[in-house]
Each structure stands twice: as structure tokens, then as C-alpha cells.
């Protein structure tokens, strides 16, 4: 059984090797991205909270996104393991994530690191287009990142598994594979 959380800057193309990686290892992927921008599809009152911060690329916050993660950690596919996509963003939500597996008894396998090089991070994002990929909202997330995100490397040292995500697709879900043997 494994529980991993995918860890990397905007763009680096965590949602991408999330789902190849889920399908591979028979975990849900669970996408925190994904969960607000359905929310903001389906009008709900959730995603009308999300819209303003990712429309700025700043972090939801935090006491909306826990809230949402737990919810979604209980239902019963999350109990055979999952993938965590782009949650925990900050210290504080990785503090309520190791409580809300801790009343589980259960702790991360690993925290899946994507490394990229700046460029080639806003070249993925402005290829891409999504209506938080302009240039402005980018460079904001990617600050975002480096102030919120990054001490998580720190946090999570003792199980950080670093990937070069550079490559094809399947070159990169290959290695953090291969990484990631022996662990689950
Ligand atoms: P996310 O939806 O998590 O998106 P992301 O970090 O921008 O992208 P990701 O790394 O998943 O890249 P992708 O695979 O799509 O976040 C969006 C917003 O939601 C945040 O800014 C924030 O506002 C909010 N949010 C989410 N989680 C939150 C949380 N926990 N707390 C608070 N707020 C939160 O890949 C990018 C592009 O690269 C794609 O076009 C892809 O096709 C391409 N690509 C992928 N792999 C490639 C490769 N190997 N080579 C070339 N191109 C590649």
C-alpha cells in the first residue's frame, strides 16, 4: 500500500505523472487542483471561494483546502493508499495532513520530488493556456512556490524521493517508479 504526496513547482507536471503514476501503482489520484476547478465548474460554494486566489496564483486557504483533503481521505477508496497532487503546499497543511493520518495509524510511504529548471517551467505552463497560465499569474505562483512551498523539502527530508523531470512522459513516470521500489 502507498501513500504519496508529489511535491514540485507549478507546471513541473505533477497532475501529468500523478495520473500515470496512479494507474501503475492502483491508488486514487487526488488532486487538489482538480478538486477546486470542478468545484468552479460546477458553481458550487466552494469553488466560488477557490476562483479569486487561483485566478491571482495565490494558495486557497488553508482552512478551505484541509477541509476539503479530509473529506476526500475518508471516502473508501482512499483507505487502499493514494497520491496526493499538489497538497500539502505549505507547512501548515502538511501539519494537519500527518494529523489526519495519524488518527489512521498510518504514515506517508514517500514525498515525490519534481525538479525542473525554471524555464523550462514556463515554457509547460504558457504551451499549456489554462486561464492561470498567463505570464503575470506565473510568475506569482512560481514566488508562491519558493516562499509557501519549498520549506515542505525541508519538512519532509527524511522522506523526500527527488526526480529529474526532465524528459518524455514516460521517461520521468519510469524513474520516480523505479525510485520508488522497495517502499510501498
Ligand atoms: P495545480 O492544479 O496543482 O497545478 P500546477 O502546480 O500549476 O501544475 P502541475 O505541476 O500539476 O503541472 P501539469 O502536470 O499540469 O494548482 C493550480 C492552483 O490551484 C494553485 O495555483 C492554487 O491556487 C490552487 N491550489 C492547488 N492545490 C492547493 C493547495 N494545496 N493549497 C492551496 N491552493 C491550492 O503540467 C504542466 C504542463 O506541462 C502541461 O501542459 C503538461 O502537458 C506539460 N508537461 C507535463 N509533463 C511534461 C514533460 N515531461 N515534457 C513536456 N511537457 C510536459
Redesign the pocket.
Known amino acids: 500500500m502507498v501513500r504519496l504526496v508529489l511535491v514540485?513547482?507549478?507546471?513541473?507536471?505533477?497532475?501529468?505523472?500523478?495520473a500515470v503514476l496512479s494507474e501503475r501503482l492502483d491508488v486514487p489520484h487526488i488532486?487538489?487542483?482538480?478538486l477546486?476547478?470542478a468545484n468552479i465548474g460546477n458553481e458550487t460554494p466552494l469553488g466560488q471561494k477557490?476562483q479569486s486566489?487561483?485566478d491571482a496564483?495565490?494558495?486557497?486557504p488553508?482552512e478551505v483546502?484541509n477541509e476539503m483533503?479530509r473529506d476526500r481521505l475518508a471516502d473508501s477508496d482512499a483507505q487502499k493508499g493514494f497520491l496526493l497532487?499538489?497538497?500539502?503546499?505549505?507547512t501548515a497543511?502538511a501539519e494537519v495532513l500527518s494529523e489526519i493520518l495519524g488518527a489512521n495509524g498510518v504514515e506517508l510511504t514517500a514525498v515525490v520530488q519534481?525538479d525542473v529548471p525554471e524555464e523550462e517551467l514556463v515554457r509547460?505552463?504558457l504551451?499549456?493556456g489554462?486561464s492561470?497560465d498567463t505570464e503575470d499569474v506565473i510568475r506569482r505562483?512560481l514566488a508562491?512556490y519558493r516562499e509557501e512551498t519549498e520549506p515542505l523539502l525541508e519538512y519532509y527530508a527524511d522522506r523526500i524521493v527527488k526526480i529529474d523531470?526532465?524528459?518524455?512522459?514516460e521517461q520521468?513516470s519510469d524513474r520516480a517508479q523505479e525510485a520508488l521500489r522497495g517502499r510501498s
Open positions: 514540485g513547482p507549478p507546471g513541473a507536471g505533477k497532475g501529468t505523472q500523478a488532486s487538489t487542483g482538480d477546486f476547478r477557490a486566489y487561483m496564483g495565490e494558495l486557497v488553508d483546502t483533503v497532487d499538489g497538497y500539502p503546499r505549505n497543511q519534481f509547460r505552463m504551451d499549456r489554462r492561470d505562483r508562491v523531470a526532465m524528459g518524455t512522459v520521468i
